[in-house]
Protein backbone atom coordinates (compact mmCIF):
# COMPACT_ATOMS: atom_id res chain seq x y z
CA UNK A 1 0.00 0.00 0.00
CA UNK A 2 0.78 3.88 -0.32
CA UNK A 3 3.33 4.68 2.44
CA UNK A 4 2.61 7.46 4.81
CA UNK A 5 4.23 10.37 4.35
CA UNK A 6 5.70 12.42 6.81
CA UNK A 7 7.22 15.26 5.42
CA UNK A 8 5.76 19.28 5.20
CA UNK A 9 2.06 18.53 4.53
CA UNK A 10 -0.37 21.66 4.42
CA UNK A 11 -3.55 20.00 6.09
CA UNK A 12 -6.96 21.73 4.37
CA UNK A 13 -9.85 19.57 5.45
CA UNK A 14 -10.60 16.91 8.10
CA UNK A 15 -13.36 14.49 8.18
CA UNK A 16 -13.75 14.84 12.49
CA UNK A 17 -16.85 12.69 12.44
CA UNK A 18 -14.70 9.67 10.14
CA UNK A 19 -13.14 8.29 13.19
CA UNK A 20 -16.15 8.69 15.54
CA UNK A 21 -18.46 6.92 13.05
CA UNK A 22 -15.86 4.50 11.75
CA UNK A 23 -13.32 2.02 13.35
CA UNK A 24 -10.46 2.48 10.92
CA UNK A 25 -8.74 -0.47 9.58
CA UNK A 26 -5.93 0.66 7.46
CA UNK A 27 -4.80 4.29 6.12
CA UNK A 28 -3.85 4.98 2.52
CA UNK A 29 -2.61 8.09 0.61
CA UNK A 30 -4.20 9.20 -3.05
CA UNK A 31 -3.73 11.45 -5.05
CA UNK A 32 -6.47 14.05 -6.81
CA UNK A 33 -7.31 14.92 -9.92
CA UNK A 34 -8.78 18.52 -9.61
CA UNK A 35 -9.16 21.30 -11.44
CA UNK A 36 -7.48 24.66 -11.35
CA UNK A 37 -9.90 26.91 -9.40
CA UNK A 38 -10.38 23.31 -7.20
CA UNK A 39 -6.68 24.23 -6.05
CA UNK A 40 -6.95 27.46 -5.50
CA UNK A 41 -9.84 27.03 -3.69
CA UNK A 42 -8.69 24.10 -1.23
CA UNK A 43 -5.22 26.34 -1.16
CA UNK A 44 -7.64 28.35 1.14
CA UNK A 45 -8.88 25.93 3.14
CA UNK A 46 -12.41 25.64 1.51
CA UNK A 47 -13.59 21.94 2.12
CA UNK A 48 -15.81 20.11 3.57
CA UNK A 49 -15.62 15.86 3.84
CA UNK A 50 -18.51 15.28 6.07
CA UNK A 51 -20.64 13.28 3.93
CA UNK A 52 -17.88 11.96 1.52
CA UNK A 53 -16.99 8.59 0.51
CA UNK A 54 -14.71 6.68 -2.28
CA UNK A 55 -16.28 4.07 -4.72
CA UNK A 56 -15.06 2.39 -7.20
CA UNK A 57 -16.47 2.82 -11.22
CA UNK A 58 -15.15 0.07 -13.46
CA UNK A 59 -11.39 0.01 -12.77
CA UNK A 60 -11.13 3.57 -10.87
CA UNK A 61 -12.01 4.76 -7.30
CA UNK A 62 -13.46 8.23 -7.00
CA UNK A 63 -14.72 10.61 -4.11
CA UNK A 64 -17.95 11.47 -4.13
CA UNK A 65 -19.80 13.89 -1.97
CA UNK A 66 -16.72 15.82 -1.31
CA UNK A 67 -17.61 19.69 -1.33
CA UNK A 68 -14.98 22.34 -2.61
CA UNK A 69 -16.37 25.68 -2.72
CA UNK A 70 -16.59 27.64 -6.02
CA UNK A 71 -12.96 29.77 -6.09
CA UNK A 72 -14.47 33.22 -5.60
CA UNK A 73 -11.75 34.94 -8.39
CA UNK A 74 -12.62 32.50 -11.05
CA UNK A 75 -14.80 33.42 -13.85
CA UNK A 76 -17.83 31.28 -15.56
CA UNK A 77 -15.64 28.08 -15.91
CA UNK A 78 -15.54 27.44 -12.38
CA UNK A 79 -16.00 24.06 -10.83
CA UNK A 80 -19.28 21.81 -10.05
CA UNK A 81 -19.08 21.82 -5.93
CA UNK A 82 -19.88 18.58 -5.72
CA UNK A 83 -18.60 16.61 -8.68
CA UNK A 84 -16.61 13.12 -8.42
CA UNK A 85 -12.82 13.22 -8.29
CA UNK A 86 -10.98 10.56 -9.28
CA UNK A 87 -8.24 9.19 -7.05
CA UNK A 88 -4.85 7.94 -8.45
CA UNK A 89 -3.29 4.96 -6.62
CA UNK A 90 -2.02 2.09 -8.77
CA UNK A 91 -3.64 -0.06 -10.20
CA UNK A 92 -1.73 -3.40 -7.34
CA UNK A 93 -3.31 -1.18 -4.75
CA UNK A 94 -6.54 -0.50 -6.38
CA UNK A 95 -7.12 -4.46 -6.75
CA UNK A 96 -6.10 -4.79 -3.11
CA UNK A 97 -8.46 -2.32 -1.94
CA UNK A 98 -11.13 -4.09 -4.35
CA UNK A 99 -10.40 -7.31 -2.64
CA UNK A 100 -10.75 -6.29 1.12
CA UNK A 101 -14.02 -4.17 0.23
CA UNK A 102 -15.73 -6.79 -1.63
CA UNK A 103 -14.77 -9.92 0.79
CA UNK A 104 -15.38 -8.34 4.28
CA UNK A 105 -17.96 -5.47 3.72
CA UNK A 106 -16.09 -2.65 4.39
CA UNK A 107 -15.98 1.01 2.99
CA UNK A 108 -13.46 4.01 1.86
CA UNK A 109 -13.90 6.77 4.01
CA UNK A 110 -11.62 10.13 3.15
CA UNK A 111 -10.20 11.19 6.11
CA UNK A 112 -8.28 14.28 5.25
CA UNK A 113 -7.34 16.13 2.25
CA UNK A 114 -3.24 18.16 2.17
CA UNK A 115 -0.69 19.21 0.24
CA UNK A 116 2.40 17.44 0.21
CA UNK A 117 5.15 19.11 -1.83
CA UNK A 118 2.91 21.03 -3.94
CA UNK A 119 0.61 17.95 -4.69
CA UNK A 120 -3.09 17.42 -3.46
CA UNK A 121 -3.17 14.20 -1.60
CA UNK A 122 -5.91 12.45 0.04
CA UNK A 123 -6.11 10.38 3.33
CA UNK A 124 -8.32 7.04 2.91
CA UNK A 125 -9.34 4.98 5.51
CA UNK A 126 -10.30 1.57 5.23
CA UNK A 127 -12.71 1.30 7.78
CA UNK A 128 -15.67 -0.71 9.32
CA UNK A 129 -18.47 1.03 10.76
CA UNK A 130 -19.06 1.04 14.79
CA UNK A 131 -22.27 -0.43 16.22
CA UNK A 132 -24.15 2.08 18.59
CA UNK A 133 -22.52 0.12 21.60
CA UNK A 134 -19.16 1.28 19.99
CA UNK A 135 -19.71 4.79 20.36
CA UNK A 136 -20.67 4.78 23.61
CA UNK A 137 -17.54 2.73 24.56
CA UNK A 138 -15.50 5.61 22.43
CA UNK A 139 -17.28 8.54 24.23
CA UNK A 140 -16.51 6.82 28.13
CA UNK A 141 -12.61 6.50 26.76
CA UNK A 142 -12.70 10.28 26.22
CA UNK A 143 -14.44 10.97 29.37
CA UNK A 144 -12.10 9.20 31.18
CA UNK A 145 -9.26 10.46 29.51
CA UNK A 146 -10.33 14.63 30.10
CA UNK A 147 -10.80 12.83 33.37
CA UNK A 148 -7.54 12.03 33.92
CA UNK A 149 -5.64 15.01 32.40
CA UNK A 150 -7.62 17.16 34.51
CA UNK A 151 -6.57 15.38 37.77
CA UNK A 152 -3.04 15.64 36.55
CA UNK A 153 -2.60 19.06 34.74
Known amino acids: MAKKQTDDRKLVARNKRARFKFEVLEVIQAGLVLRGSEVKSLRQGRAALADAFARFRGDELFMLNCHISPYEQ ?9 RPRKLLLKRR ?22 FVRGLAKTELGICRGKRIHD ?3 TLKKRDAEREMRRSYG
Open 74 to 82: ANRNNHEPM
Open 135 to 137: HRE
Open 93 to 114: ELEKIRAKIEVKGLTIVPLSIY
